[in-house]
């Protein structure tokens, strides 16, 4: 078994080196081809009757010219694949200014690689130059020059694209992040004080928690839940919790499921939930109730307000760094914002609903 390990391993190693030749081959050629027919252009743009003529005469001069070209668009090439391995290039923090360094060096290079072109052509083949020092060595350093800075630039605009998308993904992470310790603390709080008063709850209440914990283990990767999974977290959500709270809290939902590519913030009902509960715990008497409602294009998420000795303290500011977070994992998302209304009675939080094209 171990040979046979060993033995698909080198194979599959082998093949990915050889499709990683062939790539380069492939890009080789397709810069030559390029290269080649934007030089035919120039020329034929610079003198046409010359152009007709040896279209019309002798082809051998329009080989040594794509032989110029697949020599140059080598020599770019293999200079190009060098930079973009540079740590600096990857690393760059000054905007653009790498990469006109990065042109200037390519163009050099080409003009030296030139220079010596014309310099072995001189001394082996006399007859081949015209003597003139700006001959098509150089003409053609400088062609592929100008097309390797825009293969460089498009590279570069990639890589900012891509490390864009990397920070931006860490940022949501991150977001993440600082949530889930926030709900692990007051859970495992809530089990401590059920196991010294009744310790039969803090059993029942351990089974939701763990169906709790382990809904959110399986999402802790996703962005995003759908309008379904909005009422299965959050029903479940609101059963352990009514251990705790002795039936005190009622959950109502409309019928708010859409299409299958609508979602909202993952953790955001959660965050809702919890701080409804944290500022109006319920009390003898008086239930706290939530609903969970659509309104055209929102997630509507509201509660009454429970008042103790006339006060009650949950108010826009009191979510603290619960709600800078979902504002700003909002931005991030689909660029908007989350709306809090307090009044006398209620207080309520107006989702965004996000849609995704889930075909593709």
Request: charged share 20%.
């Amino acid at each position: 078994m171990i040979e046979i390990y060993y033995f698909c391993t080198r194979v599959i190693s082998q093949a990915m080196t050889k499709n990683h030749y062939f790539n380069l081959f492939v890009e080789w050629a397709t810069f030559t081809l390029a290269f080649f027919f934007l030089y035919d252009v120039i020329w034929l743009l610079a003198d046409i009757d010359d152009f007709t003529q040896n279209l019309q005469g002798d082809y051998r001069w329009l080989l040594v010219d794509f032989g110029y070209c697949g020599l140059f668009a080598l020599t770019s090439l293999l200079l190009n694949h060098w930079i973009i391995r540079l740590d600096r290039f990857h690393n760059n923090k000054n905007g653009w200014k790498p990469l006109i360094v990065n042109a200037i060096m390519v163009l050099l290079s080409n003009l030296f690689v030139a220079g010596l072109l014309e310099l072995f052509l001189s001394c082996f083949f006399p007859n081949f130059v015209s003597g003139d020092i700006w001959g098509n060595s150089f003409l053609f350093g400088l062609i592929a020059s100008m097309m390797a800075c825009v293969w460089l630039t498009i590279h570069y605009a990639k890589l900012l694209v891509k490390k864009s998308n990397e920070n931006v993904a860490l940022q949501k992470k991150y977001l993440k992040l600082q949530l889930n310790p926030h709900f692990v603390f007051n859970s495992l709080s809530s089990l401590v004080g059920m196991i010294e008063t009744d310790p039969e709850m803090a059993e029942q209440y351990v089974i939701k928690l763990a169906g709790v914990f382990r809904y959110m283990l399986k999402h802790i990767e996703k962005d995003l839940i759908t309008m379904e999974e909005v009422r299965y977290f959050s029903t479940t959500y609101v059963e352990m919790l009514n251990i705790r709270y002795n039936n005190m809290i009622s959950l109502e939902m409309g019928n708010f499921f859409g299409c299958r590519n609508e979602f909202v913030l993952a953790l955001s009902l959660q965050l809702l939930i919890e701080n409804a509960v944290k500022h109006n715990a319920p009390i003898s008497g008086q239930m706290l109730h939530i609903v969970i409602n659509r309104q055209d294009d929102s997630l509507v998420v509201s509660n009454n307000r429970i008042f103790r000795s006339s006060r009650n303290d949950q108010k826009i500011e009191s979510y603290g760094m619960g709600i800078s977070n979902l504002r700003k994992r909002y931005v991030i998302e689909c660029g908007k914002e989350p709306e809090f209304k307090e009044t006398h009675d209620t207080f309520s939080v107006t989702l965004p609903i996000i849609h995704i094209d889930t075909a593709s």
